[in-house]
């Protein structure tokens, strides 16, 4: 099993960006896709990004398409989130997922990190 440890959160303005990081252990790190989640309170966990093994393919929710940017070195066993332009209702834990399918279902992963928090002021 892949165990993940995110990075990289922390308060930002709207319309400021982060770069969150998400380190994985184990060699069959590059064998799989890698996403990320976030969580806002009181929400349910939803899809924000998947990048296939081996980083050619991307698919984004409607809602952080054109800000966000997966992408992956597998060569440092870290997946990314770039995260630009963002909004006050951008404010959630994000998770990083792993060891799962190419798909936004949280059931199609199998490992998953502690969270980062990530708050937009207005």
């Known amino acids: 099993q892949v165990q993940l440890v995110e990075s990289g959160g922390g308060l930002v303005q709207a319309g400021g960006s982060l770069r969150l990081s998400c380190a994985a252990s184990g060699r069959t790190f590059s064998s799989y896709a890698m996403g990320w989640f976030r969580q806002a309170p009181g929400k349910e966990r939803e899809f924000v990004a998947v990048?296939?093994?081996?980083?050619?393919?991307?698919y984004y929710a409607t809602s952080v398409k054109g800000r966000f940017t997966i992408s992956r070195d597998n060569a440092k066993n870290t997946v990314y989130l770039q995260m630009n332009s963002l909004k006050p209702e951008d404010t959630a834990v994000y998770y990083c997922a792993g060891g799962g399918k190419y798909s936004g279902k949280r059931e199609d992963f199998g490992s998953w990190g502690q969270g980062t928090q990530v708050t937009v002021s207005s």
């Open positions: 990048i296939n093994w081996s980083g050619t393919s991307t």
